[in-house]
């Protein structure tokens, strides 16, 4: 993740459609965002072992509980561990 300090691992399946463009439109725009579109769980996971270790970095999990499950099964064994945040954008059911 090289000069991105937020990892934003995105769930695509938890907005609509109108929403996921303007979501991903902004976050794309941004410098500071690496955005990484979850395609599954594990590769969710793989892909923030490979970030949390990085000085500075800053984890975002935007999807609902099954991604930030997945976010948190990526961290919770890195040392350090970075900062997590959420956006909950999951379907609220």
Same mark, same amino acid.
């Not at 579109?37 to 975002?60: F, K, L, M, P, Y």
């Given at each position: 993740?090289?000069?991105?300090?937020?990892?934003?691992?995105?769930?695509? /399946? =938890?907005?609509?459609?109108? $929403?996921?463009? +303007?979501?991903?439109?902004?976050?794309?725009?941004?410098?500071? *965002?690496?955005?990484?579109?979850?395609? /599954? =769980?594990?590769?969710?996971? $793989?892909?923030? +072992?490979?970030?949390?270790?990085?000085?500075?970095?800053?984890? *975002?999990?935007?999807?609902?509980?099954?991604?930030?499950?997945?976010?948190?099964?990526?961290?919770?064994?890195?040392?350090?561990?970075?900062?997590?945040?959420?956006?909950?954008?999951?379907?609220?059911?």
């Amino acid at each position: 993740m090289p000069q991105s300090q937020y990892l934003v691992l995105w769930n695509p /399946s =938890a907005r609509s459609a109108q $929403q996921q463009g +303007r979501l991903r439109d902004d976050l794309e725009s941004r410098p500071d *965002v690496d955005l990484h579109i979850a395609s /599954s =769980a594990a590769e969710t996971r $793989q892909r923030v +072992r490979q970030a949390a270790g990085q000085d500075g970095c800053h984890v *975002v999990a935007a999807g609902g509980d099954g991604t930030i499950n997945a976010v948190i099964n990526g961290i919770h064994e890195n040392d350090p561990r970075p900062v997590l945040g959420f956006s909950p954008t999951g379907h609220g059911k």
